[in-house]
Nanobody
Framework: QVQLVESGGGLVQAGGSLRLSCAASARTFSSYAMGWFRQAPEKEREFVAAISWNSGRTVYADSVKGRFTISRDNAKNTVYLQMNSLKPEDTAVYYC?????????????????WGQGTQVTVSS
């Protein structure tokens, strides 16, 4: 089973930046598509971004396009989410997830493995 650990969350003012990291324990990390999701208080978990195993394909939610960038370093078994121009509505717990496919990367139920989440709070 793939184990994922997110880090890099914190408190930041609106307009600021954070970079989230997700470290994977699996030797086969490079074979997985990776996604980032977030869940705000009393809200459903929502898709943020996804990246294919070889970084050849990326998908972003409309709400973060132009502000967030997903990337991965397979040599380090790590996926990143660079978040710029943060807004208060970006406040949420951010989760990374892994799947062997890329058919429906925005769907929660496509991902078999999830991290524990890291809190991002953006103040106005």
């Amino acid at each position: 089973q793939v184990q994922l650990v997110e880090s890099g969350g914190g408190l930041v003012q609106a307009g600021g930046s954070l970079r989230l990291s997700c470290a994977a324990s699996a030797r086969t990390f490079s074979s997985y598509a990776m996604g980032w999701f977030r869940q705000a208080p009393e809200k459903e978990r929502e898709f943020v971004a996804a990246i294919s195993w070889n970084s050849g394909r990326t998908v972003y939610a409309d709400s973060v396009k132009g502000r967030f960038t997903i990337s991965r370093d397979n040599a380090k078994n790590t996926v990143y989410l660079q978040m710029n121009s943060l807004k208060p509505e970006d406040t949420a717990v951010y989760y990374c997830a892994a799947d062997r496919g890329f058919g429906r990367p925005s769907r929660v139920d496509e991902y078999a493995y999830w991290g524990q989440g890291t809190q991002v709070t953006v103040s106005s």
